[in-house]
């Protein structure tokens, strides 16, 4: 029965078991024993009772038993499904919270800490939209493996399920390694991968709680933690955030603004404020930038600030992202000449497989010409997918709109995408604007640049937040084409929007005479 092991001595703990009930003639039932039979790993069931002879004396056991090797193997493979996740192979949310368990305890006993870090892949559910779910699914393995390669001895690493995931530090005594960790995990997670010949990029929120202090039950932390991983994600992601008690306030507005933002499509809450963009010499209204506003009855005024980056969080961005296409196209018509409008276009968006339609019905319902419509998109979309945003681009490009870059040179600022896209006009951020006013050396650099290459790719340049006199003289000496900002109006009313034409035709008739 012992095999190989015989000779050396080293017995499995199950034999050893057998070994004493046999010395010392007990009784056994349902012993399971690990044998050794060919080479082969087997397990036997054994029950067994000693026998005595006519005259009472010892005469060996009686017994019998049955291979339950499958069963065996089954059963482990049931524990194992039970506390491991099958596709990346951590530990699953229910060995989580035995870890968590454990590592509470511990501290408790020791007067010590621990420490539970919760955290959301930024940007993961485009990828799984846009390129499916086994490209998903070989992304989240990829990052498994990048989390395991950063933890240590002290640190249990898990996926709590879709793209979430979370480390447990037994001791958490050195606070410093609270945020050592979640750098590191940020940093790693932020770096390209190489999945199925596609350039993915995700990045990583987290939010972490500190036990007992945070918390001394597995819920309470797993909770609190929950909650600054809000906090981190409502920050723009890719950020660390650590518990506070306010951050249940935090949470309870977040969620009664969601709850009102779900409704206020259909409650017709939303507005369009439109912003004139000039040419930088006549000062002739060119276009009209479309901003969205919200005036809620239970909220008041949100800023766009607040409720944008919760509709994209929440998906609610496509819908009303359609609903302002429609009002655009629907005012613009109204306006004279080749006038134009400009919307914003996030990167939810564009990436569903609805939008090129939106483009069209827009167009085709408010009878506006596609040259007279302009999307406006920012660096960041190219991050999340660049082949489908590209795509994407090119066929609303097709219909005839024009494509402008946003805030171009404060995010990522690849020229790659320039070189690809043939983008009708590149906005420069106003804190160029506002430093090359001020004589800043790098932001004069930059807008020359931006201009030069802008010209060199016959594409038009818009100089954004235009405040004064001295802003305005510098961007239009920088060879900027077109101007918007206060100086020439803040975003207004549709009907006020259609007066700045009459007072144009007035200054016009006025100059003339």
């Keep these: 029965m012992a ?6 001595g080293q017995f499995p703990s199950s034999l050893h078991d057998l070994a ?66 099958t596709l990346t192979g951590l530990p699953n949310r229910l060995m989580l919270n035995e870890a968590l368990a ?44 990048r989390l395991q390669e950063e933890l240590t001895d002290n640190e249990v690493c898990g996926r709590l399920g879709g793209d979430e995931f979370a480390i447990v530090i037994r001791d958490a005594s050195d606070l410093a390694r609270i945020e050592q960790v979640a750098e590191r995990v940020i940093e790693r997670l932020s770096a390209p ?47 660390h955030c650590t518990y506070e008690p306010s951050l249940h306030a935090h949470a309870e507005e977040r969620r009664k603004l969601e709850f ?23 000062e002739r209204i060119l276009s009209f930038e479309a901003l969205v506003r919200w005036n809620s009855p239970e909220h008041g005024f949100v800023s766009p600030g607040k409720f944008i980056p919760l509709a994209e969080d929440t998906r609610l961005i496509v819908p009303i992202g359609e609903w302002v296409l429609r009002e655009a196209c629907r005012e613009a018509i109204k306006w004279p000449g080749d006038t134009k409008v400009a919307v914003n276009v996030s990167g939810e968006q564009l990436l569903d497989t609805n939008f090129v339609a939106s483009v069209v019905g827009a167009l085709s319902s408010s009878g506006l010409p596609a040259h007279r419509l302009e999307v406006e ?7 999340r997918d660049a082949t489908m945003a590209r795509t994407a681009l090119e066929k609303v490009m097709a219909l005839g709109c024009g494509v402008a870059l946003d805030d ?106």
């Design 20 to 85: 004493e009930r046999l010395k010392r003639r007990e009784s056994f039932s349902n012993l399971l024993v690990r044998v050794t039979i060919g080479g082969q790993q087997r397990w036997w069931e054994l029950s067994g009772t000693p026998r005595l002879d006519d005259h009472g004396n010892f005469d060996g056991f009686r017994g019998v038993g049955s291979d339950v090797t499958e069963q065996r193997e089954s059963s482990d493979k049931i524990a194992y499904l039970a506390r491991y996740d």
């Design 408 to 513: 171009f040179g404060t995010g990522y600022s690849s020229l790659g995408y320039l070189r690809r896209l043939r983008f009708s006009t590149i906005k420069v951020d106003r804190s160029f604007v506002q430093g090359a006013a001020t004589g800043n050396p790098e932001s004069l650099a930059i807008i020359r640049a931006v201009v030069a290459m802008a010209d060199s790719l016959e594409m038009s340049t818009t100089a954004e937040g235009v405040e004064n006199e001295a802003e305005l003289e510098i961007v239009r000496k920088l060879g900027c084409r077109k101007i918007q900002g206060f100086y020439f109006g803040r975003p207004m009313p549709a009907d006020e929007a259609s007066g700045l034409f009459r007072q144009w035709d007035v200054m016009r008739s006025d100059s003339a005479a």
């Design 260 to 282: 009102s933002l779900r409704r206020a499509l259909d409650r017709n809450e939303f507005v369009l404020h439109y912003q004139p963009v000039v040419d930088a010499e006549s």
């Design 377 to 383: 998109v920012t660096e960041s979309i190219f991050l």
């Design 3 to 8: 095999g190989p092991a015989w000779d050396t």
């Design 102 to 145: 454990d590592a509470l305890a511990y501290a408790e006993k020791w007067r010590t800490r621990c420490a539970f870090l919760m955290i959301d892949l930024d940007r993961f559910k485009a990828v799984n939209d846009t390129l499916g779910h086994l490209v998903g699914d070989q992304l989240l393995a990829k990052v498994s493996d």
């Design 193 to 239: 991968y190489e999945v199925d010949h596609h350039t993915l990029y995700v990045g990583a929120s987290i939010g972490s709680a500190l036990g007992p202090r945070d918390g001394n039950t597995v819920e309470t932390l797993m909770r609190n933690a929950d909650l600054a991983l809000y906090r981190s994600k409502d920050s723009g992601g890719n950020a």
